[in-house]
DNA sequence: GCATGATCATGC
DNA sequence: GCATGATCATGC
């Protein structure tokens, strides 16, 4: 079949197109008419996925989705773990055993190896009240090949159950038989049903499917995490891609919209970094923290915008001490520090009803020029500290920063080269500037 | 509406 | 306990 979306002979293809996915519900990635999406009942996301999304013809049984590709889709459940990741719903299902037909197979050339050698696994949280369609796929596609260490764990799995089979004790069957492949129960043939046949005892069996265990569902997750996201994608895209991706999944939702689509409310109606948690959550896929940034050295900054597309506050940065100020130099200082980094603007604006949404990102370094501009009001707070240290460079002073207090409150006060003592202060970013900034940048 | 002053919530 | 990022509050 012809897709216009990906090249369905290549793995790469498939698996970029997955990634449309990230961050999104199926009904958000794709069109699903009224009478599917409205209907709540409906369980397998997975073969909506494929009809949907993929646009796969309903599979036959016998290979894998994508044929061309050898590769198997497979969707399933995550649930949110206490540690803040993500851990497995339940085992994943991975094909029926045909009792007569896998006595006779070798590992090498079963149909289970043939059909589970590459799999390409699609993530969603699960959300019991959630209609299947809405439920959002949280973390990236995972491209699944078991690892030479794996692959002896479920080929010995395989065997111990291909070989109970062949003890005529098929009916005997228990998933706490193996480690990580299990022999599940699954299809008919449960209590009052009819059991199944099994080749070497007349006693008949319960059906079973061959399944990877949740426990270690949950440690591929877990893997999965550690080194997704950002590196995984990192292969396939440029940093500033990656990190605008992530964003474009949310991009003109609500700040409502994305806080309920990770799950978190503000704790506190004065909680001032709750912009910045979405931000967080947007760029972890639900975590808490992203490390990668560091790793990057890059400043993830937020920036709200009032109607008129002006920043409705200054930037801040870490305080000075009036006394350690004296000592240093421009290129010693934290605020040299910091501008020379590169900043990750999380630029959030209200729109015509006054419904703040997510606008865009921008990865942004600053110019020489206002560097220099920056060091300029720099020098001329230390010279100015040295005089007085109640009367430091304002806003008014320079386009580009000023001087403001930062501190607990009226009583955070430290010492002054003039004896006295003053509010602790920090420098900041012109709200001014940083209009003209995104202004130049993007629209 | 903006500049300036003041302070809050959070995470380490 | 404290630094940090962020926001609130006030007065012109």
């Known amino acids: 079949m012809q897709n216009a979306n990906y090249d369905p002979a290549s793995v790469e293809s498939i698996y970029s197109f997955a990634r449309k996915l990230t961050g999104r519900s199926l009904s958000e990635a794709t069109f699903i008419p009224n009478a599917i999406a409205n209907d709540k009942n409906r369980g397998d996301l997975g073969s909506l996925v494929e009809s949907f999304f993929f646009e796969l013809e309903p599979g036959s049984d016998s290979g894998p989705d994508f044929t061309e590709a050898g590769l198997e ?14 851990k497995a719903k339940e085992r994943l299902v991975l094909g029926m055993i045909n009792f007569e037909k896998v006595v006779n197979e070798s590992w090498e050339e ?6 589970c050698r590459v799999l390409l696994i699609l993530f969603y949280l699960y959300e019991k009240e959630r209609p299947v369609v809405d439920r959002r796929f949280v973390l990236d596609p995972l491209l699944f090949r078991a690892s030479e260490a794996d692959l002896i764990v479920i080929r010995s799995d395989w065997e111990f159950i291909r070989q109970k089979i062949m003890d005529g004790e098929a009916h005997e069957l228990s998933e706490g038989d193996t480690v990580y ?4 129960r699954k299809g008919s043939g449960g209590l009052g049903e009819s059991l199944r046949k099994q080749p070497f005892s007349e006693i008949g069996a319960k059906s079973r499917a061959f399944a990877f265990k949740q426990g270690f569902m949950s440690s591929l997750i877990g893997n999965h995490e550690s080194d997704s996201g950002f590196m995984a994608a990192l292969h396939e895209s440029s940093f500033e891609e990656v990190i605008v991706a992530k964003f474009d999944a949310h991009r003109e939702k609500s700040v409502l919209e994305i806080s309920k689509s990770f ?5 506190n109606k004065n909680q001032k970094g709750f912009h910045r948690n979405l931000a967080v959550k947007i760029l972890s896929d639900g975590g808490h923290s992203v490390p990668e940034l560091q790793k990057a050295g890059v400043e993830m900054k937020t920036i709200r915008l009032g109607a008129r597309g002006r920043p409705k506050e200054s930037m ?3 305080g000075f001490k009036f006394l350690e100020i004296l000592e240093e130099t421009w290129e010693g200082s934290s ?6 980094k590169k900043f990750l603007f999380v630029i959030f604006r209200p729109d015509k009803n006054g419904v703040e949404r997510l ?10 020029g206002d560097r220099l501009e920056a060091m ?11 005089i007085d240290a109640t009367d430091l460079p304002k806003s008014s002073e320079s386009l580009v920063a000023h001087v403001r207090p930062k501190g607990r409150n009226g009583n955070d006060v430290i010492p002054t080269p003039q004896g006295g003592m003053h509010l602790r202060q920090c420098f900041w970013l012109n709200a001014g500037y940083l209009e003209q900034v995104i202004r130049g940048t993007g629209k």
Do not use: I
């Not at 300029?376 to 040295?386: S, Y």
């Open 73 to 86: 889709l497979k969707t399933t459940g995550v649930l949110r773990a206490a540690s803040g990741g993500y």
């Open 110 to 115: 079963s149909s289970f190896l043939r059909k």
């Open 181 to 184: 492949l299990g022999a599940c």
């Open 263 to 267: 799950d978190v409310m503000k704790s």
């Open 316 to 318: 801040s940065f870490p």
């Open 335 to 340: 605020f040299y520090e910091k501008l020379e």
């Open 359 to 368: 606008d865009r990102v921008l990865l942004w370094n600053m110019p020489y």
């Open 376 to 386: 300029r009001v720099w020098e001329d707070t230390k010279r100015r500290v040295a």
